[in-house]
C-alpha cells in the first residue's frame, strides 16, 4: 500500500526555480536516474536544468544522492538549497534532508526503509518491496521511481522520460525499463486517488542500471 500522511500537494512545475533531490544508499541507481530526470526535463521538455551528483567514498551502501535543478530562467547558481521535492530511500537520507524541503515540498519516502516517519506531510510508498514482487527484481527500483515522480510530481512529461530511459541503455532493456516505468506511474496513481495497487507481472524482467 501506498501511504499519503497529511497534505502533499502535486502542483507540478509551477515557480521559475525548482529543486529536486533523489537520495538513498551507493549502488540504488540513484545519480543515473538523475541524469535521466534532467535529461528528459531539459532536452525533452525545453526547459533549463542542471544535474549534480554525491556519493559516499565507499559508494556502494554509503550515502548517495543526486540533484536536479529546473528553471524557466538561466541557471546561475546550481546547488539545491530549498528542495520542492525529495526523494529519500533510507533512513539516514531522510534524516539528514528533510530538513531542506519547503514547507509546502512534496517528501516522497520508502515505506519499509524509512522506518522513523518525519513529523511533515510525505508519501510512504513501498518502492524496493513492490519493485521485487512485481518485476521479480529489485535493481530495477530507481526506474520505477522516476515513473512515480513523472505521474505525481507532474514536473516532466512523460513522453520525455520514457523517450530518454530508453536512449540511456542498449535496446534489449527498452521493454523491461518501460514496465519499471509503469509500475512507478501505477504506484503514483494509487498515492493520487487513495485507491489499493494491484497489478499483475507475470514475468521478471532483466534491467541494466548504472549502479552509481
Given amino acids: 500500500m501506498v501511504k499519503t500522511n497529511g497534505t502533499v500537494k502535486n502542483n507540478g512545475f509551477i515557480e521559475d526555480r525548482y529543486e529536486i533531490r533523489l537520495s538513498g544508499s551507493g549502488g540504488q541507481g540513484l545519480i543515473t536516474a538523475g541524469v535521466i530526470l534532467a535529461e528528459a526535463i531539459s532536452v525533452g521538455d525545453g526547459k533549463n536544468a542542471v544535474h549534480t551528483q554525491s556519493y559516499g567514498p565507499e559508494a556502494r551502501g554509503g550515502m548517495a544522492r ?64 513492490a519493485t521485487k514482487e512485481k518485476l521479480g527484481l529489485v535493481v530495477a527500483t530507481n526506474v520505477v521511481c522516476l515513473g512515480f515522480i513523472t505521474q505525481y510530481a507532474k514536473i516532466v512529461s512523460k513522453k520525455s522520460m520514457e523517450y530518454y530511459l530508453a536512449e540511456r541503455f542498449p535496446k534489449k532493456f527498452e521493454e523491461s525499463n518501460l514496465k519499471a516505468l509503469r509500475l512507478g506511474y501505477d504506484l503514483a496513481k494509487e498515492a493520487e486517488t487513495g485507491g489499493r495497487f494491484d497489478i499483475k507481472v507475470e514475468e521478471s524482467y532483466e534491467t541494466e542500471i548504472d549502479r552509481l
Fill in 66 to 129: 543526486c540533484d536536479v535543478i529546473v528553471s524557466t530562467e538561466e541557471i546561475y547558481f546550481p546547488e539545491a538549497t530549498k528542495l520542492d521535492l525529495l526523494l529519500a530511500l533510507t533512513q539516514k537520507s531522510s534524516d539528514e534532508y528533510t530538513k531542506l524541503l519547503k514547507d509546502k515540498g512534496i517528501l516522497i519516502i520508502d515505506a519499509n526503509y524509512v522506518k522513523h516517519k518525519p513529523e511533515r506531510p510525505y508519501v510512504a510508498v513501498p518502492f524496493v518491496e
